[in-house]
């Protein structure tokens, strides 16, 4: 016995915009992929990534005021001004990045995204490490009345990561096996969202792409 169902008017329009939206989902996503232009991306596995920037502490704070991580970082917008390819500033309200993390996580988002015009907190590159700092900073082989292009290094290193940055999250509190997963290695924090879905831990690369 074969029983047959009919839909009323209401179940077949939202069966019709269901199937729109499916159609739509993916021409759009089609669209998008045609139109951008790859840059560069930046690598983290390569130790030249970082080389001549300088690190701050920050200090992560859950909304609720609760101490969470220290760690090592620097605004993200500054890594991406300082890529070897010209690009005017028009051309970065047209940039869109996309990070990879090693276990497979993929988040899209655009340059507005980190733009300290646009942005009141920045979106920070860090990576997972305690600093430590002696209590007495020995500058060696010290003679005459000036510094060597290493001493300065060494003082300027310290004095840089001597400044603590605090950020507020907007989230009252992680699990802790939620930060173990996001605080590892190389991370990107969006702390002015209300909620860690786009956050990426154990980054392994972050695509550059031009809107065409």
């Known amino acids: 016995m074969i ?29 998008i992929s045609q139109n951008l232009t790859k840059l560069y991306e930046i690598n983290f596995a390569d130790k030249g990534t970082f080389k001549g920037f300088d690190f701050i502490t920050i200090k992560f704070y859950s909304s609720k005021k609760k101490f969470l991580k220290e760690v090592l970082g620097i605004e993200f917008y500054k890594l991406i001004n300082a890529q070897k390819y010209n690009i005017s500033k028009e051309d970065f309200n047209k940039l869109v990045m996309i990070a990879y993390s090693k276990e497979g996580k993929k988040v899209q988002f655009s340059y507005s995204d980190i733009s300290p015009n646009i942005s009141k907190i920045p979106t920070y590159i860090a990576f997972r490490e305690k600093l430590i700092l002696p209590d007495t900073l020995t500058v060696s082989n010290f003679k005459g009345t000036k510094l060597n292009e290493a001493q300065k290094k060494k003082i300027s290193d310290v004095f840089t990561f001597a400044n603590v ?23 990107i924090i969006f702390p002015q969202d209300n909620s860690i879905d786009r956050w990426v831990g154990d980054l392994e690369k972050i695509e550059i792409y031009k809107i065409k």
């Open 3 to 31: 029983n047959f169902v009919f839909y009323g008017i209401s179940e077949m329009k939202k069966t019709i915009i269901f199937l729109l939206g499916i159609v739509l989902f993916f021409n759009s996503n089609n669209l």
């Open 165 to 187: 940055y605090k950020i507020y999250l907007q989230i009252p509190t992680i699990p802790k096996e939620t930060m173990d997963n996001i605080f590892k290695n190389y991370f």
